[in-house]
């Protein structure tokens, strides 16, 4: 099959899963009593939002499996992702510390928007380690990989630092 027919079906998969997302969402919102949704909407909208991000998700990792197969062999891509990711998770554990000792002003929302970053950085890293079969992209990618994971450890530690002090 030809790359840009495969791209298109990669495309239509995440079209479904959007829109099965979306579907299952608008059901579950029918089926709400009105009383209870018009009483507390703010938290039915943001919980509403929650459900979505989860299905679309879950529902787009087989369009992201396949996603993956068709750019195996596309190493200037995972080159690019490796000489980006270097210095991008170079800020992790930085924004980790300035999380954990920060005063709660600007630079620790910021430093905590960084952190919430973390994980899809993680799994874009390690692709790029795992399918790249260029040893100088694989060190970078591997580099990247032990920052972020550092950056994640301190988000860790500081929550459970929060959850050990409210017992």
């Known amino acids: ?18 829109a099965a997302a979306a579907a299952i ?16 909407s703010g938290m ?15 529902f787009s990792l087989p369009p992201t499996w396949f996603l993956a197969r068709m750019l195996r062999g596309a190493e200037r891509l995972w080159g690019f992702l490796a000489r980006t990711g270097l210095p991008w998770a170079v800020t992790a554990p930085f924004a980790a510390a300035a999380f954990a000792w920060g005063s709660g002003g600007g630079l620790s929302a910021l430093a905590f928007l960084r952190l919430l970053l ?6 874009v890293l390690l692709a790029t380690w795992r399918t790249s079969m260029v040893p100088d992209t694989r060190r ?17 530690a500081w929550i459970g630092k929060a959850i050990l002090a409210r017992i």
Request: glycine content about 10%; aromatic content about 6%; charged content about 10%.
């Open 140 to 156: 970078r990618a591997l580099r990247a990989l032990v920052l972020e994971a550092c950056g994640l450890l301190g988000l860790a």
């Open 25 to 40: 969402v608008e059901m579950r919102s029918r089926s709400l009593d009105p009383a209870v949704a018009s009483a507390s």
């Open 44 to 58: 039915l909208a943001f919980g509403q939002v929650l459900w979505f991000l989860l299905l679309a998700g879950l």
């Open 118 to 123: 973390t994980p899809g950085s993680l799994v």
């Open 1 to 18: 099959m030809a790359s840009w027919k495969r791209g298109v079906l990669v495309a239509a998969g995440y079209a479904a899963a959007v």
